[in-house]
Each structure stands twice: as C-alpha cells, then as structure tokens.
C-alpha cells in the first residue's frame, strides 16, 4: 500500500516559490504530527518542519524559517509546504512523513509507515 506520495516540485529562480502536497493513507496520516523533510546530493535527510495533529502548531528549521510554511487538511490526508523566497541551498528532493520528537531532535515515526515515498525534486536555479 502506498502511504506517502509527494508533487508539486519543479524548477524555479532563487527569489520564486512553490508549493509541495503529500497524501498520506490514513493510517500515516491519523494522530500525527507530520513533517516535511529534504535531502540534497551527496547529504544525508534533513528536517525542515512539521505541523501538529490539529494544524495550529508548526516548527521549522533555521534554515527555513520565515520562508517556509507548513498547513495540514486533516479531511484529505494532506500536508503542504508553501515555500517562498527560495533560494539554491533549498535544491533537494521533498520527503514528507510523520514525525515524532525525541532526544531533541524531529525524526521521522517509522511504526507510522513502512517505506519512504518517491519525493518531488525541487531545484532553485541561482
């Protein structure tokens, strides 16, 4: 069973923005947090913000902050990463996932779903 399929990458001009969407089964997407994470070449998975189970609540990284944000439609199974003001350093495919906090850090809940979706390329030209 697919439980995340993430769209809505392309490419665009450092400055522009784009909006990603992920569906989650319901079973991934029930009583989670979900968050958004991002992997460039040759770097290892990295967060980038999350959002709570009723919407309100959203956490970022630095890295994203004022940039980006995360909303939820709890009727759809989706979560959304508006992101704006991009820039080259953003370039990285988009993973989507529900997370849970621990040791201090985000980290993806793997009892939630079994496999990582195919993600969406995003790339910001400079």
């Known amino acids: 069973q697919v439980q995340l399929v993430e769209s809505g990458g392309g490419l665009v001009q450092a400055g522009g923005s784009l909006r990603l969407t992920c569906v989650a089964s319901?079973?991934?997407?029930?009583?989670?947090?979900m968050g958004w994470f991002r992997q460039a070449p040759g770097k290892e998975r990295e967060f980038v913000g999350t959002v709570s189970l009723d919407g309100i609540t959203t956490y970022y990284a630095n890295s994203v902050k004022g940039r980006f944000t995360i909303s939820r439609d709890n009727a759809k199974y989706t979560v959304s990463l508006q992101m704006n003001r991009l820039k080259p350093d953003d370039t990285a495919v988009y993973y989507c996932a529900p997370v849970l906090y621990r040791a201090g850090s985000w980290l993806p809940d793997r009892d939630k779903f079994d496999y990582w979706g195919q993600g969406t390329q995003v790339t910001v030209s400079s």
């Open positions: 319901g079973r991934t997407f029930s009583g989670a947090f």
